[in-house]
Every structure is written in C-alpha cells, then in structure tokens.
C-alpha cells in the first residue's frame, strides 16, 4: 500500500467516528503523554531526592508532595481519556461493520459470486476488526512515540545537553532499524490476509458440502486444503516473528545499557564539576524513555500498516459497485409485461464464451410462457437478468414498457416472485422463512399462504408447527417441503408475476404431485414465466419456447411444436419414453 493510500485508508477509517471524534481526540492526546509525564515525573522526584534530601539530612516530602500530586491528577486524567476514547472506537467499530455489511448485501450479484464466501465472511467479520484496531493503540502508540521523545529529549536538554546526545543517537539508530523492518513486516503480512481467508473457504467447503464429503470419502483431502492453508500461515508468522524478534532485541539492547553508559560518563562530569548528580539520575531515568518512544514510533508504524492491510480489504468492501436502488417505478396494466430484445450476455468469469446471443422474446399480461431446452441453452440465466443479478451485455430488456435498466432494483423485484429450483431456507422457524414474502406479514396471512401452497398439514405435523426451525439451508426438511414453503413465501408476496425456475425438477414423483398442487393454485391470475426441464410441465403453457445455445429455436404451443417435428418434439418422445420405460 502506498503511502497516500495507506493515510486515505486511515481517514477513511477515521471518518466512522462521526459525532464519537470530540470524545476521541482529547483520549487520543491525554493516552498518548501519558508514559512522558509520568516519567518526567519520576525523574524529577529521583533529582529531589538526590540533590535535596543530603542537604537537608531528611526525606524532602514537602517538595516531592505537589509532584506527587500531579501524578495522581494525571492519573485520573488518563482513566478519563480511556473511557472516552473506548467509546468512541467501540462505536466506529459498529458502524464501520455496519456499512461494510451493507455494502456487501447490495453489491453487484457479478462481483460476489466472483470470490468464494469465505472470503466475504472474513471480510465481513473480522477485517472489521483489525480495522478499528487501526485507529485503536497503533495510533496512540505512534502519537505517544513521536511526542515521548520530543518532550523527553527537550526536558534533558535543559538539564544537560552532553548527557542527552547519548540516548538521543541510541534512540535514532533503533528507529532506523525498526523502520527498515517495518516495509517487510508489512509485506509478510499483506501475504497473510488471503491465506486466512482460503482457510476459512475451505472450512466452509467441508460444513456446505459436508454430505458430498462425506459420501464420496473426500474429507481428508478437504483437511489437508485447510491444513495446506494453517501451514501457510504458520510459515507467514514465523517470518513476521524473526523481524519482530530481531526488532525487539535492538530495542531492548539500547534501553538495558544506555543507563550504565549514562551513569558512568554522567559519575566521571560529577568528578570533574562539569554536572551534579542530580543531572545524572534525572538524565538517566530519561534516557530509556527517550530510545523506547523512538525504538516505538517504528513498532507503532508496523503495527499500523499491519491493521491498515486489513482495512485496504474493508475498503474493497465499502468500494463494491451497487445495486441501483433508485429508479422508476415499474408500470402497471401493460399489455406486455417483459419484453426481451436481442438480448446479449456472458457471465463476468466467461467473458468470451456468451450465453446468450442475440435472445428475442415477449410475455404477454395474464400469460403463461415456458422455457424449455437442453441445460447450459441461457434459461435460468433469463431470470437472472429480470431480477438484474446481472446486467445484460447487448440488446435491451423492458419491464412493462419501461427499460429495465431505468427501474431502481428493489421496485423492479416486488413485481416477481420467485420460486427455484434449490429453494434457500434460513436457520429460523417455518414461519420466518415463508413471512420473508412480506415482512411483517400477520401469522394468520402467513398460515394462509401455507394452506394454499398446501404445506400447512406437514407444517403442522412438525414438532412446534409453524416455529420449528429448519436447520441451515433447510436441512431438517425434505426437498418436498422445502419447496412448499418457498411456493407459500411467493404465495405471501403476491406478485403479479410469477417466475418458477425448475420448481419441481429435483423432486421424486410423489413430492412433485404434492408441489405441482400448489404451483398450479400460485400461477391461476397470474402471469407466469416458467423454466422447465420436464416438458410435462410446460405442456399447459400459452406459448413454449425451445431455447438452445443462447437462441430461441422453436416457438409454439405445445400442441403446434409436437406437429412441427422438430427439436421440442424430439425432446418430447424422449422423456416420455423413458417414462413409459
């Protein structure tokens, strides 16, 4: 990260203090004098006790006391600034999370499904993190070790300007070693944060898939991915440690034998009249602070490029393109609902191989249109355009005589309800997962919802009824009743056009009847677009279109596409051959 990226990155940071920053600057400040005071103090008292107490031939309290005091005050002062500035991080932290989420959710469908979701779940949860801890004691640690040595070094001056060069040049040359270590900490911990992200996709690969896994016996080799990636890491780390490691020796080197350097040369000017012992042991308490806050400012540099690595991902999250939200309003009463024309797409991972092209097709108000075709022909990719989880290439798409590209995503999607074919259940109850038709829909709209899709005998046959919950992904349901229920959520929305994408497709005989029951009660009064891979499906349809390659290749009912003995047809005798067989 460059340098003017790495302070945009800062203040981008920053930012998500908003009315917390009163709060944090004065904690800022107040924690980051904190270790000079103090031992400026300390050092005064040594002097006093040193320089005074023989004079007097007894403990010099009286000059120590408002010294003492002091202390106590600033003490207070720092508890003070804690709070305050805990507060303010604690609070940036939430809303930093907040809006990286939020950016997430509205992100463009091409660019998430281009990473894996372990990524997006690192993101999410813990470069958040590692953010905060950016402007967390990185800062305060940095401020502390470029004003420490400041005040350090200007209080020593005054006492004795020979003495001071000593810890002042022993301090500069383990500032010039730590920064040259920091760029290759940074760079060893850059390499980090995608290696931490590979293992948590490879967590979720073994939780997702883990009937797959298991089945095919591949869960060692699914371990070893994630152990390939711990080893990764733990390569990472020992890298970052022999810098630390050699970082920290030179700093503690410098601060164990600048004292006795000090005393020793500081005992031979006391010899000589050039300095008195106070000099000395104010001098030498001093010293350490001096050679520490320089020897920090690069610990505190480091520390921060290392949290800012994390916050450069934060940004890439802040910075996803959106979804468009606002838009025109969709129209209502026209005649044709979606029109597609000459329609052009490729997926962003594909961008030579398109899988549509060229694509012309209208469904009409109160219609039932199906596509139907070989798999890989553009179908389910049809839908996915209507919902603008992505953006067509070419041509152009119109949603009730408006170009879809004008409709804001949220006005445009209240008019589709979608059933597919893998419906997505939440770990909620079953009335969570059906009220997602309609937030904040009453229990008795959601038990209706059911009883049309005619899930509301199994549903109640469950142990709690409406709240069991589904597990992840629905996975305390079968594959029947995960569908019921995404039927009776689309029943809840009530959308006047219906968009069924291979509903009943994964389902055996018996749970197909039961979903096509439903189904058939959703699509009556309702326009319909179905994407269907057994044709007995799509018989009922106004007009079929056999889609192939990206192109519409035949277009009729159905009864005009088996008289035309062409590609549907053959499609046809097919499946029901095996049917018969």
């Known amino acids: 990260m460059r340098r003017d990226g790495m302070l945009s990155s800062l203040w981008r940071v ?63 002062l720092i508890l003070i600034g804690f709070l305050m500035f805990a507060s303010a991080i604690a609070m940036a932290e939430k809303a930093l999370r907040s809006d990286v989420f939020r950016r997430v959710v509205r992100a463009e469908a091409g660019v998430l499904l281009g990473r894996h979701s372990g990524e997006w779940v690192t993101m999410v949860t813990q470069h958040p993190v590692q953010a905060r801890q950016a402007i967390d004691f990185p800062l305060v640690m940095f401020l502390m070790g470029i004003l420490g040595p400041i005040s350090a070094t200007i209080i020593c001056m005054r006492v004795n300007v020979r003495l001071t060069l000593l810890p002042l040049a022993a301090g500069l040359i383990v500032f010039a070693f730590n920064m040259w270590c920091a760029p290759r900490i940074k760079r060893v911990v850059k390499e980090r944060l995608p290696i931490a992200e590979r293992a948590t996709a490879r967590l979720l690969d073994l939780y997702q898939g883990y009937a797959v896994v298991r089945a095919f016996g591949i869960a060692a080799r699914i371990t070893e991915r994630f152990m390939a990636a711990a080893r990764e890491q733990r390569d990472n780390y020992l890298r970052q440690c022999a810098y630390e490691s050699a970082r920290q020796f030179a700093m503690v080197a410098a601060i164990t034998t600048i004292e006795p350097i000090i005393v020793l040369l500081g005992m031979t000017m006391v010899a000589r009249g050039a300095a008195v012992v106070g000099d000395v042991v104010e001098v030498a308490t001093l010293s350490g602070a001096i050679v520490w ?45 979606v029109d597609v024309r000459d329609a052009v797409f490729a997926y962003p991972s594909r961008p030579d191989d398109p899988v549509l092209k060229g694509l012309t097709f209208s469904l009409h108000s109160g219609d039932t249109l199906a596509l139907v075709g070989p798999s890989g022909g553009g179908k389910s990719t049809i839908i ?79 142990p709690d009824g409406y709240d069991t919950r589904v597990g992840e992904r629905g996975a305390q349901l079968s594959g029947g009743q995960c569908q019921r229920i995404a039927i009776a959520r689309a029943f809840l929305k009530d959308a006047p056009v219906l968009l069924l994408d291979e509903a009943t497709a994964a389902l055996d005989g018996v749970s197909e009847a039961a979903v096509q029951q439903g189904l058939s009660a959703l699509m009556k009064g309702r326009t319909v677009l179905l994407v269907a891979h057994r044709l007995s499906t799509a018989r009922g349809a106004n007009r079929i279109l056999y889609i192939a390659e990206g192109e519409v290749k035949e277009s009729g009912s159905h009864d005009q596409l088996i008289a035309k003995n062409g590609l549907y047809a053959a499609m046809w005798r097919a499946q029901t051959a095996v049917a018969v067989q």
């Open 293 to 337: 806050s320089l020897s920090n400012v690069a610990q505190a540099y480091t520390d921060l490029i290392e949290k800012l690595a994390s916050v450069e991902r934060v940004t890439e999250a802040i910075d996803l393109p959106q979804e468009k939200l606002e838009g025109e309003a969709v129209a209502l009463g026209a005649e044709t609902v």
């Open 384 to 462: 996915k355009l209507l919902l603008r989880l992505y953006e067509c290439g070419g041509g152009s798409i119109d949603i009730s005589g408006t170009p879809i590209t004008d409709l804001g995503v949220d006005a445009l999607r209240a008019r589709f309800a979608l059933v597919p074919q893998m419906p997505h259940l939440f770990d909620g109850s079953v009335l969570s997962n059906i009220e997602l038709g309609r937030p904040g829909a009453s229990r008795e709209d959601i038990m209706a919802a059911a009883r049309l899709a005619h899930a509301d005998d199994f549903i109640r046959a469950l």
């Open 14 to 76: 920053l930012r998500y203090l908003g009315w917390y920053a009163p709060l944090y600057v004065p904690g800022v400040i107040l924690l980051s004098l904190q270790n000079t005071l103090i031992n400026a103090a300390l050092a005064k008292i040594l002097r006093l006790v040193v320089d005074v107490g023989p004079l007097r031939g007894e403990f010099p309290l009286d000059a120590i006391a408002p010294v003492l005091g002091s202390v106590l005050v600033y003490l207070l």
